[in-house]
């Protein structure tokens, strides 16, 4: 096999993961409505402690706080890992496609 026919196979490897990583991201952002319902159940939930006076009604509202607070940092964090690879690999494909040229 020459060089040429490596450098074929390897960019439409790297096209289908690019496509697999942007199927998925769009997947992850579309989830997005997920995070909205836990925020407006745990918001539905508070009201309800602090009308029905819960005793512990600070306390259930701080711990929904927290844990909405770190849904929505795990979304982000996972939304940034899937573009900083979806970057890579487009940096890797315009290198293959550079060095294809070259030849």
């Known amino acids: 096999m020459n060089p ?8 439409k490897r790297e096209e289908g993961q690019k496509q697999l990583l942007e199927r998925n991201l769009e997947a992850h952002r579309s989830r997005k409505w997920i995070i909205n319902l836990i925020f407006a159940v745990s918001l539905l939930v508070a009201v309800l402690c602090f009308c029905f006076q819960v005793p512990q009604a600070v306390i259930i509202t701080v711990i929904l706080l927290f844990i909405c607070t770190i849904i929505k940092i795990i979304h982000k964090a996972l939304d940034k890992k899937i ?21």
Not at 4 to 11: A, D, P, V
Request: aromatic letters at 6%.
């Open 4 to 11: 040429t026919h490596n450098n074929l196979e390897s960019i």
């Open 83 to 103: 573009e900083l690879r979806l970057k890579r690999i487009k940096q890797e494909q315009r290198k293959s496609i550079f060095k294809m040229n070259k030849f």
